[in-house]
T-cell receptor, first 114, second 115 residues
């Protein structure tokens, strides 16, 4: 079955460390997204990519970086510049560049700073 | 600018009772509207969506929602709650225009179903 795979499910980061969250999809979707979820705040967009080798900042891009070298993959790096990275991170994709199809989400990665 | 307001961060219903989760939106252009469900430590799953056409939209798991333009609302309902409906529900809005459209999510409503 097609879907989005996020790994790892749980990730622990030490102060000053960069970590990378993986997101892979086999849906042949063009557009991919990273959201951050904090309790009581809903979902906030970090980065999105509508085509390979192109991506745009979302509302809270500071302290994060992404790449889109392949259509199937959209990894997110949480850098040491992100001062409050503890959160639940969700990767999503959509068919084409329109949103009327709704998102398909992965199962998330929970990042904790130790 | 667009926004979404979900009234009630926590809603409790008895098993078998009506489920009503409220969502109001603001948008300067006609919107796409969505409801998503999230189970603990999982991603979100699309329940239903309104794009154009019929204002009463039926989704998965017996849920439905009605788009009321005059009230700028898109409330989610289910006639009879099941224990398996306990989850967090998110309303989302996206403008009905071409090109990239930002999706704005509400803060979510946690539904508790009491046996």
């Amino acid at each position: 079955d097609g879907g989005i795979t996020q790994s790892p499910k749980y990730l622990f980061r030490k102060e000053g460390q960069n970590v990378t969250l993986s997101c892979e999809q086999n849906l042949n979707h063009d557009a991919m997204y990273w959201y951050r979820q904090d309790p009581g705040q809903g979902l906030r967009l970090i980065y999105y990519s509508q085509i390979v080798n192109d991506f745009q900042k979302g509302d809270i891009a500071e302290g994060y970086s992404v790449s889109r070298e392949k259509k199937e993959s959209f990894p997110l790096t949480v850098t040491s510049a992100q001062k409050n990275p503890t959160a639940f991170y969700l990767c999503a994709s959509t068919k084409g560049q329109q949103y009327n199809y709704g998102y398909t989400f992965g199962s998330g990665t929970r990042l904790t700073v130790v | 600018a667009q926004s979404v307001t979900q009234l009630g961060s926590h809603v409790s219903v008895s098993e078998g009772a009506l489920v009503l989760l409220r969502c109001n939106y603001s948008s300067s252009v006609p919107p796409y509207l969505f409801w998503y469900v999230q189970y603990p430590n999982q991603g979100l799953q699309l329940l239903l969506k309104y794009t154009t056409g019929a204002t009463l939209v039926k989704g998965i798991n017996g849920f439905e929602a009605e788009f009321k333009k005059s009230e700028t609302s898109f409330h989610l309902t289910k006639p009879s709650a099941h224990m398996s409906d306990a989850a967090e529900y998110f309303c989302a809005v996206s403008p009905l225009t071409g090109g990239y459209q930002k999706v704005t999510f509400g803060i979510g409503t946690k539904l508790q179903v009491i046996p």
